[in-house]
Nanobody, 126 residues
Framework: VQFVESGGGLVQAGGSLRLSCAAS????????IAWFRQAPGKGREGVSC????????VYIDSVRGRFTISSDPAKNTLTLEMNNLKPGDTAVYYC????????????????????WGQGTQVTVSS
C-alpha cells in the first residue's frame, strides 16, 4: 500500500491550495479516508474525513466552510481543496485510511488509521 500526497506549498493568508493523495494497493471507496495535519510542536489532528462509499463527510470546526474533501473512485484519489487559508493552517498534511471502517465518525483520531502517506507541507504566511 502506498499513498503519495502532492499540492502543498507556500501561500499568503487568504489564498488557496489543493492537496491530492493518490493510492495504490488499496481501494479508497471501501474505507473511511481522511486528511490529518501536524503543526510544529503539536500533535496530529484530524482535519476532514470522507466515507468514500456514500460520500458523507466530516470536518473539524476550524476548517468547515473553507475546506472541501472529495474522492474520485475511478482514479482512487483523495483531494482537499483549501480556501481562505490562515496562518493557523500551517502544518504537514497527511492522507490516511482506516481499513477497519467504511464510514467516518465525528471524532476521528490518528490511532484509528492504519495507512498513511508521507505528508506534504502547507505554509501560510500572514
Amino acid at each position: 500500500v502506498q499513498f503519495v500526497e502532492s499540492g502543498g506549498g507556500l501561500v499568503q493568508a487568504g489564498g488557496s491550495l489543493r492537496l491530492s493523495c493518490a493510492a495504490s494497493g488499496l481501494t479508497f471507496r471501501d474505507y473511511a479516508i481522511a486528511w490529518f495535519r501536524q503543526a510544529p510542536g503539536k500533535g496530529r489532528e484530524g482535519v476532514s474525513c470522507i466515507s468514500a462509499s456514500d460520500g458523507s463527510t466530516v470536518y473539524i470546526d476550524s476548517v468547515r466552510g473553507r475546506f472541501t474533501i472529495s474522492s474520485d473512485p475511478a482514479k482512487n484519489t483523495l483531494t482537499l481543496e483549501m480556501n481562505n487559508l490562515k496562518p493557523g493552517d500551517t502544518a504537514v498534511y497527511y492522507c490516511a485510511a482506516n481499513t477497519m471502517r467504511r464510514l467516518c465518525i465525528a471524532d476521528f483520531r490518528p490511532h484509528e488509521y492504519n495507512y498513511w502517506g508521507q505528508g506534504t507541507q502547507v505554509t501560510v504566511s500572514s
